[in-house]
Nanobody, 128 residues
């Protein structure tokens, strides 16, 4: 089974930047929609950003990260990136990459139940 693999987490200071990577080793990666979610012990898993299939190329962001985070994908490498700028302590969480073979749009892409493939998560800690 295809398993997303995240990398790039770490400990940074407020205002710094980090780039997370997610590799989804699927032969048909261009047909996959991929999203980033994050979770802390006190909150439900929160939608961060998503990118749909290559054909549609739709991108969505959660309100908390709009304007600071950028999601992109390189289909030739089966990789999705999450560039995180101007990090804040409240961005501290475990970040998960999720994927499914198909298309989504609008609020549908924010629903974690849509995604059947999940990575193990990578910890991002932002100190004040």
């Amino acid at each position: 089974q295809v398993q997303p693999v995240e990398s790039g987490g770490g400990l940074v200071q407020a205002g710094d930047s980090l780039r997370l990577s997610c590799v989804v080793s699927a032969r048909t990666f261009s047909r996959f929609s991929v999203a980033w979610f994050r979770q802390t012990p006190r909150k439900e898993r929160e939608f961060v950003a998503s990118t749909t299939t290559r054909a549609a190329s739709l991108i969505y962001y959660g309100e908390a990260v709009q304007g600071r985070f950028t999601v992109s994908r390189v289909n030739s490498n089966s990789t999705v990136f999450l560039q995180m700028n101007s990090l804040k302590p409240e961005d501290t969480a475990v970040y998960y990459c999720a994927a499914f073979d198909g298309f989504c749009s609008g609020v549908g892409c924010r629903d974690r139940r849509l995604y059947n493939l999940w990575g193990q998560g990578t910890q991002v800690t932002v100190s004040s």
